[in-house]
T-cell receptor, first 114, second 116 residues
Framework: DSGVTQTPKHLITATGQRVTLRCSPR?????VYWYQQSLDQGLQFLIQ???????AKGNILERFSAQQFPDLHSELNLSSLELGDSALYFC?????????????FGPGTRLLVL | GNSVTQMEGPVTLSEEAFLTINCTYT??????LFWYVQYPGEGLQLLLK?????DKGSNKGFEATYRKETTSFHLEKGSVQVSDSAVYFC???????????????FGKGTLLTVNP
């Protein structure tokens, strides 16, 4: 158990809909990272927040957004969903702001868009 | 940009066989290198890491040496067990194009199956 929690574990929705994925980092960690894992793209970094502020951006679509709240939990919002957004979404956390630190991954949320 | 190339799987071995999973990288500057493992139905776990050239990371019988001259970080284990069956990801952490904001770049993963 990494100490990182993600909800829900599974999500099934329809094209055009909007969903919110939630992540709680390990106690004491200030950084939260979001990744997308799909069969064709592999594991892709989406975005990082550190202590409430956006720190780094990766291959995140404009239809996706994230935020980190004062209690340090984070939410990833996916809107106008398309079939190709079906993937496993991971959250990870680390102590400091650098992506070079050890990151601890949650169990993931599996999203299926029908 | 930064990239990681690891050997395509799947790799199927018998218990107690020797394992090598090749990983090479392209990066600006001096990256840190990692191996993560993903067991079925779980998230990724850090297996080992190395932060500078010639460093050897090791954990649970797995080893990898940071080779700057060949830009490689091959994963090895002398005797695999059935419980090692998982997907293994090589990754690097280096600055992005702006010179800041280090982030992880992953290889595509190698599925290892160990048969009894």
């Amino acid at each position: 158990d990494s100490g990182v929690t993600q909800t829900p574990k599974h999500l099934i929705t329809a094209t055009g809909q909007r969903v919110t994925l939630r992540c709680s980092p390990r106690s004491g960690d200030l950084s939260v990272y979001w990744y997308q894992q799909s069969l064709d793209q592999g594991l892709q970094f989406l975005i990082q927040y550190y202590n409430g502020e956006e720190r780094a951006k990766g291959n995140i679509l404009e239809r996706f957004s994230a935020q980190q709240f004062p209690d340090l939990h984070s939410e990833l919002n996916l809107s106008s969903l398309e079939l190709g957004d079906s993937a496993l979404y991971f959250c990870a956390s680390s102590v400091g702001p650098s992506g070079g630190e050890t990151q601890y991954f949650g169990p993931g949320t599996r999203l299926l868009v029908l | 940009g930064n990239s990681v190339t690891q050997m395509e799987g799947p790799v199927t071995l018998s218990e107690e066989a020797f394992l090598t999973i090749n990983c090479t990288y392209t990066a600006t500057g001096y990256p840190s290198l990692f191996w993560y493992v993903q067991y079925p139905g779980e998230g990724l776990q850090l297996l080992l890491k190395a932060t500078k050239a010639d460093d050897k990371g090791s954990n649970k019988g797995f080893e990898a040496t940071y080779r700057k001259e060949t830009t490689s970080f091959h994963l090895e284990k002398g005797s695999v067990q059935v419980s090692d069956s998982a997907v293994y990801f090589c990754a690097l952490s280096a600055a992005g194009s702006g010179g800041s904001n280090y982030k992880l770049t992953f290889g595509k993963g190698t599925l290892l199956t160990v048969n009894p």
